[in-house]
Nanobody, 124 residues
Framework: QVQLVESGGGLVQAGDALRLSCAASGGFFSSNVMGWFRQAPGKEREFVAAIAWGGRSIYYSDSVKGRFTISRDNAKSTVYLQMNSLKPEDTAVYYC?????????????????WGQGTQVTVSS
């Protein structure tokens, strides 16, 4: 089992940038696919971005493509989400997740371990 701790959330204005971090411990980080999901009040948890263990398989949701960048540092057991040009509709709790797939996967059920989430609020 992998323990995940997110950080970097906050309150920003539309157009600003934030970088989320997710530190992992336990398990074998470099063998996991890592994903970012988000959940707004009253909505289901939705996929944002994922990166496979080697960093070559990366996938983004259409809503963030071109604005967000996912990356990972296996030596530090950390995955990042750089969020640029933030919009009010990006407001949500952002969750980091780890799974055992060998490619970037987008569904909640493909991830086994989850962090506690970090709040991102974008004001207009």
């Amino acid at each position: 089992q992998v323990q995940l701790v997110e950080s970097g959330g906050g309150l920003v204005q539309a157009g600003d940038a934030l970088r989320l971090s997710c530190a992992a411990s336990g398990g074998f980080f470099s063998s996991n696919v890592m994903g970012w999901f988000r959940q707004a009040p009253g909505k289901e948890r939705e996929f944002v971005a994922a990166i496979a263990w080697g960093g070559r398989s990366i996938y983004y949701s259409d809503s963030v493509k071109g604005r967000f960048t996912i990356s990972r540092d296996n030596a530090k057991s950390t995955v990042y989400l750089q969020m640029n040009s933030l919009k009010p509709e990006d407001t949500a709790v952002y969750y980091c997740a780890a799974g055992r797939a060998i490619v970037a996967v987008t569904t909640v059920s493909r991830y086994d371990d989850w962090g506690q989430g970090t709040q991102v609020t974008v004001s207009s």
